[in-house]
């Protein structure tokens, strides 16, 4: 009788086991459920929806909804909490810091990727392979807004007809960025431009407009170069084109910027978005090229992976 008892509880047990053993494979094999929010960069954004493809795959019951508004925007929305993660083609400003701050938002930020801004013309303008960085600021800057309208005004063997321009919209991260750089303060230009976060309307805007002019990052002429014409750039030292090795040595100056993911410990505090970050660190460093920026080194990327681990444990 006792012999028959034991013999019982012990088939119980190992059918309990098996049981939770299938229900774990189950829910492995299914993924984890829940949701991540990501906006920001239109710039970072192929990267991202890269990996949240991928992520997809190994997750289907994750929903990753990736948009773009800008750097400006989505670190406003990620400042209230409305996102878990913000794409940003810049540093976060100190009053994008104090906004978190006063929300109590606690965040990581991580370098995924390294990108160059192309300056761009169309393939039908014959005239302009190369400009200084001199002549860049002297069309974009804002004492140029009416003044400063054809291509004679900037280098006097270029024809005498008015340039259309064509730019980053003003919560781009790529705007902060090239205005800073190129006229010395950043969000500082003239206005009589054509702007747009979205840099397909940008490139479609040079591409079908022989004296245009414009910029946007360099993954988005990777993707149009038989509509578009690079134009190298001169800082002093000789026009350089933009390229994957002028970009990553940052010979390409100073038209050469890291690209961020900032995280908020609230979101990664669930598994979703712990898991998603942490997968798109791992997959990164092949994803940045397929989608054409340039990554970083493999003991940047493991820098990284460590300091997101850091994060999460770090009171």
């Known amino acids: 009788m006792i012999f028959k008892i034991i013999k019982v509880l012990t088939?119980?047990?190992?059918?309990?086991?098996?049981?939770?053993?299938?229900?774990?494979?189950?829910?492995?094999?299914?993924?984890?459920?829940?949701?991540?929010?990501?906006?920001?960069?239109?710039?970072?954004?192929?990267?991202t929806e890269?990996?949240?493809?991928?992520?997809?795959?190994?997750?289907?019951?994750?929903?990753?909804?990736?948009?773009?508004?800008?750097?400006s925007r989505g670190l406003e929305k990620f400042s209230r909490g409305e996102i878990d993660i913000s794409d940003a083609s810049r540093p976060i400003k100190e009053d994008e810091i104090k906004a978190?701050?006063?929300?109590?938002?606690?965040y990581v930020e991580?370098?995924?990727?390294?990108?160059?801004?192309?300056?761009?013309?169309?393939?039908?303008?014959?005239?302009?392979?190369?400009i200084t960085v001199q002549e860049l600021k002297k069309i974009w800057e804002p004492v140029a807004e009416k003044k400063i309208k054809k291509w004679s005004q900037i280098r006097s063997t270029w024809p005498d007809v008015e340039f259309h321009l064509f730019g980053a919209g003003l919560s781009s991260g790529t705007y902060d960025y090239f205005t800073e750089v190129i006229v010395g303060k950043s969000r500082s230009s003239r206005t009589d431009y054509t702007a747009s976060e979205n840099d397909n309307i940008l490139e479609q805007g040079v591409a079908g407009d022989k004296n245009s002019l414009g910029f946007f990052g360099l993954a988005y002429y990777a993707k149009n170069k038989h509509r578009l014409k690079l134009?190298?750039?001169?800082?002093?030292?000789?026009?350089?084109?933009?390229?994957?090795?002028?970009?990553?040595?940052?010979?390409?100056?100073?038209?050469?910027?890291?690209?961020?993911?900032?995280?908020?410990?609230?979101?990664?505090?669930?598994k979703e978005v712990d898991a998603f970050v942490n997968f798109y660190l791992?997959?990164?460093?092949?994803?940045?090229?397929?989608?054409?920026?340039?990554?970083?080194?493999?003991?940047?990327?493991?820098?990284?992976?460590?300091?997101?681990?850091?994060?999460?444990?770090?009171?």
């Open 282 to 315: 791992e997959k990164v460093p092949t994803l940045v090229k397929d989608v054409g920026y340039i990554p970083l080194t493999e003991k940047e990327y493991a820098e990284e992976t460590q300091r997101f681990k850091d994060f999460l444990i770090d009171k």
């Open 11 to 47: 088939l119980g047990s190992i059918l309990l086991l098996w049981s939770c053993g299938s229900k774990k494979n189950v829910e492995n094999a299914a993924g984890i459920e829940g949701q991540v929010k990501i906006d920001g960069s239109s710039t970072v954004y192929p990267i």
């Open 231 to 270: 134009v190298a750039i001169d800082n002093g030292k000789g026009p350089v084109i933009p390229t994957q090795e002028t970009v990553a040595t940052n010979a390409y100056s100073p038209l050469s910027r890291p690209l961020f993911i900032y995280v908020s410990r609230a979101a990664a505090k669930r």
């Open 50 to 71: 890269a990996v949240a493809e991928e992520f997809g795959m190994e997750h289907p019951k994750t929903k990753v909804i990736a948009t773009f508004s800008g750097t």
């Open 110 to 130: 991580l370098k995924v990727g390294i990108d160059g801004l192309a300056v761009v013309v169309s393939k039908e303008n014959t005239w302009l392979d190369n």
């Open 100 to 106: 978190c701050e006063t929300s109590n938002i606690k």
